[in-house]
């Protein structure tokens, strides 16, 4: 969960999303009146930029990659490949839930009073449609340090295909993008914590080859160099 208001954003807010597995909503809204946005981002394969209305407040939600939420009643195999690579826009009609949730967010005092509101109306209003079994076993192995697909097919006894397969209809992107993505955005984090490191501290034991195979990553992932975004992130 994150937010922001609108203090010292420019006109037209731009916001740019990496490629990743995960999908995210993010809640516009204003203080005085009904005013607002929803916003879902399903898995994105490439580099993605999303200009943002004027509100005074965003509320963001990213979730992790064991499933997501849709419309109650929907099918419980529904998987985040139904939402892969688009944006969804929508302003709430007057008496649906996201209507409701944006007025208990009106009266809400904190993030975190706006956090339970969220569980609230999820659990309320949406279905979880969680990942299927198989994804999860593979994952988990991904999660433990597996770092490429044939060591996936080996540890897991799937073959080769049959993970690409899978990760396709489920996610849709193959396994080889989602552990490069699961690589990078570890990598990430580590340089958001620590932008003073040295690059090959980031890079140890992450499954990059060499400097130029991280240099090369870095750039296709977010458009720039680690060096032009390390800067970015001390200069913010």
Excluded at 151 to 163: D, F, G, K, P, T
Excluded at 168 to 178: C, H, P, S, T
Aim: glycine letters at 4%.
């Amino acid at each position: 969960f994150y937010e922001a208001d609108k203090s010292g954003m420019p006109d037209n807010f731009t916001i740019s999303f990496i490629p990743s597995y995960t999908t995210e909503w993010i809640i516009c809204y204003n203080d005085n009146n009904d005013i607002s946005e929803f916003i879902c981002i399903g898995c994105q394969n490439i580099f993605t930029t999303l200009s943002l209305k004027e509100f005074d407040h965003y509320f963001g939600i990213r979730f992790d990659n064991t499933g997501c939420y849709f419309n109650k009643g929907c099918d419980i195999k529904t998987y985040p490949v139904n939402i892969t690579d688009n944006i969804f826009r929508y302003e709430p009609a007057p008496q649906s839930y996201e209507m409701q949730l944006i007025k208990d967010f009106h009266n809400s005092s904190s993030f975190k009073d706006r956090i339970t509101l969220f569980k609230a109306f999820v659990t309320d209003c949406k279905t979880f449609c969680p990942v299927s079994e198989n994804i999860e076993k593979l994952n988990r192995l991904i999660y433990s340090g597996t770092s490429t697909v044939a060591e996936l097919s080996a540890e897991s006894e799937y073959s080769v295909r049959h993970i690409s397969r899978l990760y396709n209809e489920v996610y849709g992107i193959g396994a080889k993008d989602f552990i490069k993505m699961y690589r990078f955005q570890n990598v990430l984090a580590a340089i958001i914590a620590d932008p003073e490191r040295d690059n090959s501290f980031f890079i140890e034991g992450a499954g990059y080859s060499d400097q130029a195979h991280f240099q090369r990553e870095f750039r296709t992932f977010m458009g720039m160099t680690p060096k032009k975004y390390i800067k970015l992130i001390k200069n913010f």
